[in-house]
T-cell receptor
Framework: DAGVTQSPTHLIKTRGQQVTLRCSPK?????VSWYQQALGQGPQFIFQ???????QRGNFPDRFSGHQFPNYSSELNVNALLLGDSALYLCASSLATVSHSYEQYFGPGTRLTVT | RKEVEQDPGPFNVPEGATVAFNCTYS??????FFWYRQDCRKEPKLLMS???SGNEDGRFTAQLNRASQYISLLIRDSKLSDSATYLC?????????????FGTGTRLKVLA
């Protein structure tokens, strides 16, 4: 049973460039959430996708956008990169339930460095 | 006030000690609660969900106090391998749905 996978593992970009990160959820999961984790901080919620739509969004600018595909995999796009975007980007998958008690499982993350 | 607050530590304890972490949350409508463990430069891993009646998993015990809006994690007989950052997570309502809100984490170092 494959867990959550993310690619690439590491990425170095220059200010102003654009980046796309990818995530495949755990088998059987239908919801994907993206988080940004700066050094020494807890993960910050970016947005969540369910049924190929953005279901909710955290306090991140429109430079951050995403997509979910019919197979539940997801992409995170960041445009016009800033130095402050350097962080570990985590993808988490879960199974949407009415009870809202779902547990999330994280991928290994993509470490993005912006120079 | 932060939505989820934790003491960042570090907590340095000897092997075999008992250590407890608390985490407070601000939204009284929060529905579910979790503890995650994160090793250096790795992803968070689910340690345990926290149930209203409290729950135990081996050396780990989690408690929820809704009246005071805090959750706790107790680790008994600490092992060197317990050294990690422990993240408190609260599933809180927002804009008609729910989202995970993480604390900044509490660092634990178990010393030989």
């Amino acid at each position: 049973d494959a867990g959550v996978t993310q690619s690439p593992t590491h990425l170095i970009k220059t200010r102003g460039q654009q980046v796309t990160l990818r995530c495949s959820p755990k088998s059987g999961h239908d919801t994907v959430s993206w988080y940004q984790q700066a050094l020494g901080q807890g993960p910050q919620f970016i947005f969540q996708y369910y049924e190929e739509e953005e279901r909710q969004r955290g306090n991140f600018p429109d430079r951050f956008s995403g997509h979910q595909f019919p197979n539940y995999s997801s992409e995170l796009n960041v445009n016009a990169l800033l130095l402050g975007d350097s962080a570990l980007y985590l993808c988490a998958s879960s199974l949407a339930t009415v009870s809202h008690s779902y547990e999330q499982y994280f991928g290994p993350g993509t470490r993005l460095t912006v120079t | 006030r932060k939505e989820v607050e934790q003491d960042p530590g570090p907590f340095n304890v000897p092997e075999g000690a008992t250590v407890a972490f608390n985490c407070t949350y601000s939204n009284s409508a929060s529905q579910s609660f979790f503890w995650y463990r994160q090793d250096c430069r790795k992803e968070p891993k689910l340690l345990m969900s926290v149930y209203s009646s409290g729950n135990e998993d081996g050396r780990f015990t989690a408690q929820l106090n809704r009246a005071s809006q805090y959750i706790s994690l107790l680790i008994r007989d600490s092992k060197l391998s317990d050294s990690a950052t422990y993240l408190c997570v609260v599933n809180s309502p927002t804009s008609g749905t729910y989202k995970y809100i993480f604390g900044t984490g509490t660092r634990l170092k178990v010393l030989a």
